[in-house]
């Protein structure tokens, strides 16, 4: 046993120094450019980082895409290469899936399930999901944690320090302090499969009664910490759909904005990773009927004056309030904010809530091409505050702005032709700050969450 153990240290110190150097040495390059005048090959460089962190099992290439999502958090170089890794690792075999899950279930787990496939259905950065079936028939996901992730959520965070400090030495724009403190959280957060287990039971209760989504059940006597039991949700990838007929992309597009718009603006929650491979479609009648939510690690909750202030910004975008508008900001936790840095954020807010402004059925890009689309505004924005020097991004918009970003992504792809005022201003219909904080408190309490996460 201690042979074993000090082997997979070692492993890990292996993986954890050969990454460091990697990075340590684009900054060393970066810092030496600087102090010799040498002209640097920034494509070169952020090709050699995106190389080094492509080729990784762990947590760092969940950070490395998330921060390549955020406008100016990195250089533009870094970003167009940390965008390509894929959520996608080399599977554990089975004779390590066994170990592990004896370690979680006890010797006797197979007893537990009437069969258990050995190949993974699916294998992302920190565990892999296993198709199985219970003791009853029924279908189940059984999402089995990698070894050792939690060592390596801590040195890959320590990693990511170096990512920081590459993009100070280049031209930044944005403080990002607050940043590495969120996402250092909301990573730690993913880590804990119980804490997930009662992100799936929040969420079914939060979209109860909506028959276009699906939330899976939870099989308590099934998880652990580092397993985590549902039920199989049947389903075609979203992908496939892109090219369907309008009316089906129409009705995917509406459970889409309904899976997350509901629970943020009555319960203050967000899921901060809406990518495509976290949805598939399910069918009724043989056509295609709604969503399936699959994956609830990366939940954001929020408190419910951030909630207010999102709304708040929207109504006075919509009626050009601009006391609203700067309240909006200073709820958000946006200091030292003068009319130069107001009219900077209202550029990129002008572009996040567009399509809730236009109160027509539209596109999200409305003729502009899916390439193109935000590209003038993050750069009109980068200029902008390269001109007004480095801005603290509050940690609590984050991951707020990370999931607009990859909600519309979403929604390029679906080509959806939408009313996004008309759904919007239905989420948001009854809406108060004092009704948030009821709906909020009552839900938490009831799948065992903290009621007070407002630190988070």
């Known amino acids: 046993?201690?042979?074993?153990?000090?082997?997979?240290?070692?492993?890990?110190?292996?993986?954890?120094?050969?990454?460091?150097?990697?990075?340590?040495?684009?900054?060393?390059?970066?810092?030496?450019?600087?102090l010799f005048g040498i002209t640097l090959d920034r494509g070169k460089n952020a090709f050699e980082l995106a190389a080094a962190l492509g080729g990784l099992k762990g947590p760092i290439m969940k950070v490395a895409q998330l921060m390549a999502t955020i406008p100016d958090a990195l250089p533009p170089e870094y970003a167009a290469e940390l965008i390509k890794l894929q959520s996608e690792a080399p599977p554990m075999g089975w004779a390590f899936v066994k170990r592990r899950m004896a370690a979680e279930l006890g010797t006797d787990w197979q007893k537990k399930f009437s069969s258990f496939e050995h190949h993974p259905a699916a294998a992302a950065s920190l565990g892999q999901v296993h198709r199985a079936r219970a003791q009853d028939g029924a279908e189940l996901a059984c999402k089995l944690q990698y070894p050792d992730m939690q060592?390596?959520?801590?040195?890959?965070?320590?990693?990511?320090?170096?990512?920081?400090?590459?993009?100070?030495?280049?031209?930044?724009?944005?403080?990002?302090?607050?940043?590495?403190?969120?996402?250092?959280?909301?990573?730690?957060?993913?880590?804990?499969?119980?804490?997930?287990?009662?992100?799936?039971?929040?969420?079914?209760?939060?979209?109860?009664?909506?028959?276009?989504?699906?939330?899976?059940?939870?099989?308590?006597?099934?998880?652990?910490?580092?397993?985590l039991t549902l039920d199989w949700l049947e389903g075609r990838r979203l992908l496939d759909h892109t090219k369907a007929d309008l009316a089906t992309r129409n009705r995917l597009g509406t459970a889409m904005f309904t899976a997350w718009w509901w629970p943020f603006s009555r319960f203050g929650v967000i899921h901060g990773d809406p990518h495509l491979g976290n949805y598939t479609v399910f069918e009724a009648g043989g056509r295609p009927r709604g969503i399936n939510l699959l994956d609830y690690g990366c939940i954001r909750i929020f408190a419910p004056k951030f909630v207010g202030g999102v709304v708040?910004?929207?109504?006075?975008?919509?009626?050009?309030?601009?006391?609203?508008?700067?309240?909006?900001?200073?709820?958000?936790?946006?200091?030292?904010?003068?009319?130069?840095?107001?009219?900077?954020?209202?550029?990129?807010?002008?572009?996040?809530?567009?399509?809730?402004?236009?109160?027509?059925?539209?596109?999200?890009?409305?003729?502009?091409?899916?390439s193109e689309y935000g590209r003038r505004e993050?750069?009109?924005?980068?200029?902008?505050l390269k001109k007004k020097g480095p801005v603290t991004v509050p940690r609590e918009f984050v991951f707020m702005d990370r999931a607009a970003i990859g909600l519309g992504a979403v929604f390029l792809r679906l080509r959806a032709e939408l009313n996004f005022h008309k759904l919007f201003s239905?989420?948001?219909?009854?809406?108060?700050?004092?009704?948030?904080?009821?709906?909020?408190?009552?839900?938490l309490a009831a799948v065992g969450l903290d009621p007070s996460p407002l630190e988070r």
């Open 1 to 34: 046993m201690i042979d074993r153990e000090a082997n997979r240290f070692s492993a890990r110190a292996a993986r954890y120094a050969r990454v460091g150097t990697n990075m340590s040495g684009v900054a060393a390059r970066i810092a030496g450019a600087r």
């Open 151 to 227: 060592s390596a959520v801590e040195a890959d965070l320590r990693q990511l320090q170096l990512v920081f400090a590459i993009h100070r030495r280049m031209d930044p724009v944005i403080d990002t302090t607050e940043i590495a403190k969120e996402i250092g959280a909301r990573i730690r957060e993913e880590l804990d499969y119980r804490r997930e287990a009662k992100h799936v039971m929040l969420y079914r209760r939060m979209l109860d009664g909506i028959d276009q989504i699906r939330v899976p059940q939870v099989w308590t006597e099934l998880s652990t910490g580092r397993l």
């Open 312 to 370: 708040d910004l929207y109504h006075g975008l919509l009626r050009q309030d601009a006391d609203l508008i700067v309240h909006a900001y200073e709820t958000w936790g946006f200091k030292q904010l003068n009319r130069e840095l107001i009219d900077v954020l209202n550029i990129w807010a002008r572009f996040i809530y567009g399509p809730l402004l236009d109160e027509r059925v539209r596109s999200l890009a409305d003729g502009v091409k899916p």
């Open 378 to 384: 993050a750069f009109r924005v980068h200029q902008a």
């Open 426 to 443: 239905q989420a948001i219909e009854d809406f108060s700050i004092r009704r948030v904080a009821q709906r909020q408190a009552t839900a």
